[in-house]
């Protein structure tokens, strides 16, 4: 397992949900929710200067098949996007099936009701796919997910 702490990003059409995990990269914890839209990479950027993550993970929403529909296509745009702002620190995409699910469940059963679920569902689901990328990391020893090119490689 490698050191250092890395950050789990949930994007939604709305709303990002932002995770991070300790400097051991054990637990995955909610960190924050941004609002889509102008300045939300920059907002990422931010967060990622402040937590100096040695990757950024992104969920990659697939259909139970393992297909891509329209929402991956989005996400892959949106990674691509992310890894020239926040070059050179990786950024990663992993699988999320049923990571939004999860966290609604887990939120669910931890008593949070109605607004309340909605407003923490992004950070929540964030952390579900943080966990299950440092877990897989843990179990197989190879960074998770798969690298999305930055373009400022040099060449």
Do not use: W, Y
């Not at 890395?6 to 054990?26: E, K, M, Q, T």
């Not at 990757?55 to 745009?77: D, F, N, Q, Y």
């Not at 960074?143 to 060449?155: H, K, M, W």
């Amino acid at each position: 397992m490698r050191p250092g702490v890395r950050l789990g990003v949930d994007p939604g059409d709305v709303r990002i949900g932002v995770a991070a995990c300790d400097p051991s990269g054990i637990i995955a914890t909610p960190l924050t929710t941004v609002q889509r839209g102008p300045g939300d990479l920059q907002q990422l950027r931010t967060l990622a200067l402040e937590h100096e993550p040695i990757e950024v993970v992104v969920g990659l929403p697939r259909s139970l098949s393992g297909a891509e529909g329209p929402a991956a296509v989005r996400v892959r745009a949106f990674a691509t996007e992310l890894a020239e702002v926040l070059a050179p620190v990786p950024v990663r995409l992993s699988d999320e099936r049923l990571s939004t699910v999860t966290a609604e469940s887990l939120l669910r059963a931890g008593g949070k009701k109605g607004k309340k679920r909605r407003a923490v569902v992004d950070q929540a689901a964030a952390v579900v796919i943080l966990q299950n990328a440092l877990d897989t990391e843990r179990a197989s020893g190879s960074p998770p997910g798969e690298l999305v090119p930055s373009g400022s490689a040099e060449a």
